[in-house]
């Protein structure tokens, strides 16, 4: 895998993020990189069309609201350890997960998804990026930031909240 550009990366998304969009950031913020997808998701709250939880390691505690709202697109932003470069993201599905390692939380993330799938019909994407830091007390390292803010104006482009 190579590392991914902003128009590769926009490009692979783009076409699927469409119609109601919850996006979920989930991880330990304590735990350096860890935090990336409460990072991304706090960043992104209120400036994009879409419902933003910052989930951090309870991600079941986050089912109902998501059912309630009925999405079309559901993301989860999480560090994944894939083959690749510290801070390389990547576009994974739920099949994906057997074959890497997502950060350890106490719901699994294909466990939630199949809970999610029985009950509700959305596209589900997991955008991960692979950590390099996730020692406590930890901050995000350079490289998992440089993703992370590539990663928010994505959605903020994508997303944008149109004016009043």
């Not at 735990?31 to 706090?42: M, N």
């Not at 609201?65 to 697109?73: A, F, L, S, W």
């Amino acid at each position: 895998m190579h590392k991914i550009s902003y128009d590769e990366f926009l490009e692979a998304l783009k076409g699927r993020v469409k119609g109601k969009v919850v996006i979920l950031g989930i991880g330990n913020e304590l735990r350096g990189d860890d935090g990336f997808g409460p990072y991304v998701a706090e960043a992104l709250k209120g400036k994009v069309e879409a419902v933003v939880y910052n989930c951090g390691t309870v991600l079941e505690n986050y089912y109902n609201p998501i059912v309630k709202e009925r999405p079309d697109v559901i993301i989860l932003l999480d560090i994944i350890n894939f083959n690749a470069p510290f801070g390389e993201m990547g576009v994974f599905e739920k099949d994906d997960i057997l074959k890497v390692g997502f950060s350890t939380h106490n719901v699994s993330p294909r466990v939630f998804i199949e809970l999610l799938e029985s009950s509700i019909k959305a596209d589900i994407i997991m955008v991960g990026v692979k950590p390099k830091e996730t020692a406590f007390g930890d901050e995000l390292s350079h490289e998992v930031k440089e993703s992370a803010e590539l990663l928010k104006g994505f959605f903020i482009k994508l997303l944008s909240k149109k004016a009043d």
